[in-house]
Each structure stands twice: as C-alpha cells, then as structure tokens.
C-alpha cells in the first residue's frame, strides 16, 4: 500500500469545496479559518489530522 500525501493546497481545495457544499466539519472550519487569518497551518494539530483522515476516508472510498 503506498502512502497518500497531499500539498496544503490540495488540502484547502478540498476544504473550501466541503465549506460551498455546508458539509465542512468544525476542524476543517478551523483549519481553514487559521490559514486564511493567519496564514500557517499546524500540521501536527488535531484539527489537521481530523481534515487528513477524512480526505483518506473519501479517496479509498472512491476507488
């Protein structure tokens, strides 16, 4: 099995795609809301892993 990564911006795009479908979560609101008022991301937050397990869910789901 290979390793999924993804660039932040890969990440964001999906974020900013769940918020204009009102099925973002409220670690994806924060980790978006951080990025865009402070314009850095932790990588190591809760928040960010919650955002990265959900992007795995829906990629295996998909294939």
Do not use: P, Q
Not at 14 to 22: A, P, Q, T, V, Y
Not at 32 to 47: D, I, P, T
Request: neutral net charge; hydrophobic residues 30%.
């Amino acid at each position: 099995m290979t390793k999924l990564n993804w660039r932040k911006s890969e990440v964001i795009s999906f974020i900013e795609d769940c918020l204009s479908e009102n099925t973002a979560t409220e670690e994806m609101e924060e980790v978006y809301y951080n990025l865009k008022w402070n314009g850095k991301v932790n990588r190591k937050s809760a928040e960010w892993k919650s955002v990265i397990r959900e992007m795995k869910r829906l990629h295996n789901e998909g294939c």
